[in-house]
Structure formats: structure tokens, C-alpha cells
């Protein structure tokens, strides 16, 4: 909760710093909208990606949106990582709603089942519960049964206790939309509880002994909930399928793509006649005998992106046609440009991802994991919705270029002056936030909620045909 408040506060002080700033546009060079990530309540159950990665993005027609090992590429606000170096002890530095269900209500399912025909078998009381006229079967369904009947209030009770804590704070508010992403949360913690307490139960009718029971399954335990997915993370990062290309080698393409930018740009010069786009400026003297007007250009470039301006001395003088045509052809041509140096930025990107979703794969070999990818997935703060906000982003982008098309901005005299009056900005499109509805959760989280409905099928199965095998003696 506490973490959650803090994020709010961020974000809310953000925008106010961003609708000030827009407010001292006078320019349509000065447009530079900021998209930011509204930290999501839901983080509160599953706290996913809500502490990681980009939560700004600067969105300018002329540069391009990527990021670099989860950080914006100098352009972009970056929040603090909460997160390790060493990827065994990563795990343990966020508490959630989730985390306790993983980690807590798996051991207790495990402390409920461990017992349930290898301890009995000690007591002697399966003997005498099997001398009776009762299928064996019906035995197996009743002990799952005994055991989620006590289970489940504890979820039920948990989970609501979390709601009520959640609502009660006045920077949280919950919608029924949201409300009924709690709901399936339940379900799936439900299902997950589930399959603790049929492995648990397998154990038991695998071991002749109620404490050989608990110990194989504390361990297994420890090995699902902790130890199998940082060994998978771990793995992946030291021998990674996807090698990213180095920095240095896409500052290199991305500084060639530049030089084919300004190779196309003064081409196009040559051809109209202009050696350079200020030397085409006429100016002449005022009535009181004034001096000339000075004009010059200015570029600005690193190793990502260039931008370049144009400044005008005494501009109430200046035939500035020629320079409005030459920028119609020149700002639109570096947007296309932009985008071409983004599909290269984004690469070492899009590796990395690949990396992390086969690290993910690996980690769906655990339970424990593929309960932790569906609740991320359920509440939004899962990887793939982190990838929507910067996907969003950059349609927003593409928004805002087609609103200066629109506008013909780039040709007007108020892209580089406001000496005939500001430029109209105040129909510039306005990022909106998008909120997945139940149903595209529930379709995201799909897959993990079938294999957890898989492992209680074959568990189940499995306990049962063992049991019909079980010798008491």
C-alpha cells in the first residue's frame, strides 16, 4: 500500500509538471508531450513491473522511443529498480498480496495434505477406515475435499482482508472492473492452493512415513517457490540464446543512417538550387536605417538522434518562404528517418525480451511461477503489459506527427517563430490511459491457468491411482 501511495504521488506531481510545461509552448518545435505510466492499483496484489523500468516517456516527433537494459535512453525519466544484482535474493525484496500466497499458502496447503494417508497409515486408522464397505476412490476425493474446505476460507478470508485494507486508504480506488480482477485472482489463488495440496497429497500415499512426507515436501517447496526460477533467470543471463548487439555497434549504424539523412537533405537542396537554406533568406533595412538582421543555424546530435534549428535575427524583416518550404520537406523526411533509427534501437531491445521470455518458459516448469506469470498477467503488471504502455507510446507518437500533418506545421511560420502569433496547440491529441478488461486478462492468463488446471488434473489422477494400489500393511 505504502508503495503503491508513493507511486501515485510521483505520477500525479508528473502530470502537473507536464500541463505547466505544455502551457509555455509557443512553438510547434516546442511540442514535447510526456507520456506517463499511472501506477496501477492492482500492483498492490502483484507488484510486477509497477517498480521497474520506464515511467515517462518523452514523446517528440523526431526521436525516437526505446530503451536501454530498462532505462530511457537520456530523454526519459527512469524509476529506481527494486531489484539485486544477485538473482537468488531478487525474489525477497517486494512483499505483495501475491507473493504471501505463493510463498505462505503453498506451505500451509503442503502442512495440510502431508499427513493425510501417511499419517494415518502410522495411527493405524487407515486400516480401519478401509475395513469398511467405502470405495478407495471415494476415500482420495474426500481427503481433497476435507482439505480445500479448510483451505478455503483462509484464501477467502486473506484475500478479502487485502480488499479491505486496500480500499480503506483515499488514494485507492477500485472500480468494478478492478473488482472483478480480485475476483479471478481468487480463483486462480484457489486453483493454485490446489495443486500444493495434491502434491502433497501424492507424497503421502508415495511415503510410508508422515515425517518423510513433510520433508520431501519442504523440499520440493523450496525448489518451486524460490530456488528454480532465479536458477532459470540466472541460466538464461549466462548463456543467453539472444546475444544483443553491443552499444557501440548500433551507435554505429544508427550514426550511418543520420549521414544517409543529411546526404538525402542536401541532395534535395542541390536540386532546388540552395547551396544552404539560410543563404536563401533576404533581408533589408528598416525606414530608420537599422542594421541587417544576422541568421545562423544550430545542430545538436548524439549518438541516437539529430536535431537541428534555425534561428532568425529580426525575422519581422526576413522572407523566410524558402526556409518554410525547405523544413515541409526536411522535418518530415527526419521523422522517417527517426522511425528507421528506432526499428535499430529497439533490436538489442527485443533480444533481451526474448531472453526473458525463455527464462520465463524455463520457469513454467514450477507451479509456483506459472501462478506468479497468471496473477501478473490478471492484474496488468506483468512484462507484456510494461511493453504495452511503451507500445502505446509510440502511438501516441505517431498521433502527434499526423496531427502536424494535419496542421501543416512543419511549413508554417510558427514551427520557428511566433512573431505572427503562437503556435494553436491546444487540440493536440492527449494521451489516454488503457485499462485491459476482464475478458483480455483473463485471455492474456489463459495458458497459465490451463497448465495450473493440468497439474490438479494429473496430480489428482495420479494420487488416485496410486491410492488404489496402496498397501497398508
Known sequence: MDDHE?????????????????KNWKLYTDISAKVHRKPNPLGIFNIGMENSGVNTVVVEPDKPIWTRDGRSPGWGETTQKMGADNPFLAMFLSVDVVFIFKIVLSALAILFAYNT?????????????????????????????????????IVLVSLIVALLIAISSPNVAFDGNDIAHVVLIFAVS?????????????????????????????????????????????????????????EEKVFQQTAQLWDDFRKERDDYLKKRGYDSPTKTVSWRRDEKGRKRGSSGTSSTSDRWFVTESYRIGNIKYADVSVLQEFLSYQEPLRIAYADRAEEILRKPADDRARNARFADL??????????????????????????????????????????????????????????????????????????????????RASVDILILLAWNIVLFMVAYVSFLRYEIS
Open 6 to 22: 508513493k507511486r501515485l504521488v510521483g505520477y500525479n506531481t508528473a502530470i502537473r509538471e507536464s500541463q505547466a510545461e505544455a
Open 190 to 246: 484457489l486453483l493454485y492452493v490446489s495443486t500444493w495440496y495434491l502434491l502433497g497429497l501424492l507424497l503421502s500415499v508415495w511415503t510410508k512415513e508422515a515425517a518423510t512426507t513433510l520433508m520431501l515436501s519442504m523440499f520440493l517447496w523450496v525448489i518451486l517457490t524460490s530456488v528454480h526460477a532465479n536458477v532459470a533467470t540466472f541460466a538464461v543471463t549466462k548463456f543467453s540464446p539472444h546475444k544483443p548487439d553491443s
Open 362 to 443: 524455463l520457469s513454467r516448469i514450477s507451479f509456483a511461477d506459472v501462478y506468479h506469470f497468471a496473477v501478473g498477467a490478471i492484474a496488468g503488471t506483468d512484462r507484456e503489459s510494461y511493453n504495452d504502455f511503451l507500445e502505446n507510446s509510440r502511438a501516441y507518437k505517431r498521433e502527434v506527427v499526423e496531427y502536424l500533418k494535419d496542421k501543416k506545421a512543419f511549413s508554417s511560420r510558427a514551427w520557428f517563430s511566433d512573431d505572427q502569433g503562437a503556435a494553436d496547440v491546444k487540440d493536440l491529441p492527449v494521451y489516454r490511459h488503457q485499462q485491459l478488461s476482464l475478458s483480455e486478462s483473463f485471455s
Open 117 to 153: 494417508i501417511s499419517g494415518e497409515r502410522e495411527d493405524g486408522t487407515l486400516k480401519l477406515v478401509l475395513s469398511n464397505a467405502i470405495p478407495r476412490d471415494t476415500v482420495v476425493l474426500g481427503k481433497y475435499l476435507g482439505g480445500m474446505l479448510s483451505l478455503f476460507p
